[in-house]
T-cell receptor, first 117, second 112 residues
Framework: AQSVTQLGSHVSVSEGALVLLRCNYS??????LFWYVQYPNQGLQLLLK??????LVKGINGFEAEFKKSETSFHLTKPSAHMSDAAEYFC???????????????FGKGTKLSVKP | GAGVSQSPSNKVTEKGKDVELRCDPI?????LYWYRQSLGQGLEFLIY????????KSGLPSDRFSAERTGGSVSTLTIQRTQQEDSAVYLC??????????FGPGTRLTVL
């Protein structure tokens, strides 16, 4: 069965500092991997995804993540945090469905990012 | 075009009542997913539709939960005889042929 572990339910950084949110996954087959962001009282917005190909994936708002198969990790980074990055971030995994489509998402518990001025 | 929409945005009900939650997916999206987000359980998958068929209902927590989709578009999630543990935010997502899932804003359900 697939699972996702996000280390740290809360992460606090200073504005301008590096953001690193950790995600490890468990999957018996090559997975699809995702990072979603959720702002208060809103739905989930896709930041980036890994399906195949290049293991370093760039997303919106300056975020990127690297798929490391040997470490079963997909950590999210951003070189310089902005106040507007304060939100909750969810890592997710899905199996490859029929024809390469995506199955349902299995989410981690989320990491709440705070950005201090 | 418009994104995924859900209604109502908030629903307060009494224990034992039935509720219906609605999801309007992005036009043309063939796949539709329901998830539940609660403090204790995090984000959980409930059910997946491909067209009007539901090949994966594995996440529905009990037989009080059911869902249907008509015309390959709108979906309704019904919870019968609501319990306090059903209180959560119910999220709907749609995708084009099973690709990236786009989420709606959710319906916050409170069972008193």
């Amino acid at each position: 069965a697939q699972s996702v572990t996000q280390l740290g339910s809360h992460v606090s950084v200073s504005e301008g500092a590096l953001v690193l949110l950790r995600c490890n996954y468990s999957s018996s087959v090559p997975p699809y991997l995702f990072w979603y962001v959720q702002y208060p009282n809103q739905g989930l917005q896709l930041l980036l995804k890994y399906t195949t190909g290049a293991t370093l994936v760039k997303g919106i708002n300056g975020f990127e993540a690297e798929f490391k198969k040997s470490e079963t990790s997909f950590h999210l980074t951003k070189p310089s945090a902005h106040m507007s990055d304060a939100a909750e971030y969810f890592c997710a995994v899905s199996e490859r469905g029929y024809g390469g489509s995506q199955g349902n998402l299995i989410f981690g518990k989320g990491t709440k990012l705070s950005v201090k001025p | 075009g418009a994104g995924v929409s859900q209604s109502p945005s908030n629903k307060v009900t009494e224990k034992g009542k039935d509720v219906e939650l609605r999801c309007d997916p992005i036009s043309g999206h063939t796949a539709l997913y329901w998830y539940r987000q609660s403090l204790g359980q995090g984000l959980e998958f409930l059910i997946y539709f491909q067209g009007n068929s539901a090949p994966d209902k594995s996440g529905l927590p009990s037989d009080r939960f059911s869902a249907e989709r008509t015309g390959g578009s709108v979906s309704t999630l019904t919870i019968q005889r609501t319990q306090q543990e059903d209180s959560a935010v119910y999220l709907c997502a749609s995708s084009l042929r099973g690709d990236t899932q786009y989420f709606g804003p959710g319906t916050r359900l409170t069972v008193l």
